[in-house]
């Protein structure tokens, strides 16, 4: 009687992580360490960089101007934008602009009350997004919006912050920055604006492309009169002083 061949048993392929020496891994963890070195040196410059010199055009606009074919938008400094624009996106966006530092945690502890259905960004998280960052709920963009948030407040003054803002906004589709807003929706330069078209312009934010200063709705016109009064009782309480010349 014939005997039946024994089947041979395949070796398992060694883990390639497992195989290696560990002369290799630290090899490996310095290349990586190196890397993320890098890419906090890489932003860390451009947050200095920035803090004096205005941002280019960012990833969201870039987008933006392929999908439109080109955007308005046209840079002014803080001196250049009447006041009150400054103090009715405080009053829209972030009211204690000037008394955090970087996180509002008032905010951030109702948002979590509410279930999530409320916004907690603030200004500066907006800023970060808009000049260092991407559009989109990633946790690698919130993480890096975590790190770079307080990086910008240590080193950038609020005005500037509020500046580059102001700025970098959009505030109807391919409309960006204050003061190609007050052109395309009044006609008038930044300084010029009043107070109730400071208010209208900051009412459409964060939703420009679902909202109108120059048509707006029922709920613009609501969110305008309630920024009106913010503004003033920023200015009356002295929640301005951060940003006010």
Aim: proline letters at 5%.
């Amino acid at each position: 009687m014939a005997s039946t061949p024994r089947k041979s048993r395949k070796t398992p392929a060694p883990d390639p992580v497992l195989a290696l020496t560990p002369s290799r891994r630290r090899r490996i963890l310095r290349l990586v360490l190196r890397g993320l070195a890098g890419v906090a040196g890489f932003f860390a410059l451009l947050v200095l960089l920035f803090s004096f010199v205005n941002p280019p055009v960012n990833i969201y606009q870039v987008q933006e101007s392929i999908r439109l074919g080109g955007l308005e938008r046209e840079w002014v400094n803080f001196e250049d934008i009447a006041p009150v624009m400054g103090r009715s996106a405080v009053a829209a966006e972030d009211a204690n602009f000037c008394l955090h530092w970087g996180f509002d945690l008032t905010a951030i502890r109702a948002a979590v009350a509410e279930g999530g259905n409320r916004g907690a960004s603030t200004i500066s998280q907006q800023v970060v997004k808009n000049v260092f960052l991407w559009h989109g709920r990633t946790w690698l963009r919130k993480a890096m919006e975590g790190v770079l948030t307080p990086a910008v407040e240590l080193i950038w003054s609020k005005q500037r912050i509020l500046e580059v803002y102001l700025n970098v906004a959009e505030f109807d589709e391919g409309v960006f920055g204050v003061q190609a807003a007050a052109r395309h929706y009044f006609n008038v330069d930044a300084r010029n604006l009043t107070a109730l078209q400071a208010a209208r312009l900051a009412a459409v934010l964060p939703d420009p492309k679902g909202r109108s200063a120059s048509n707006p709705s029922n709920f613009v016109r609501s969110r305008t009169r309630s920024i009106i009064s913010g503004a003033e009782t920023i200015a009356a309480d002295g929640r301005d002083a951060c940003f006010r010349d």
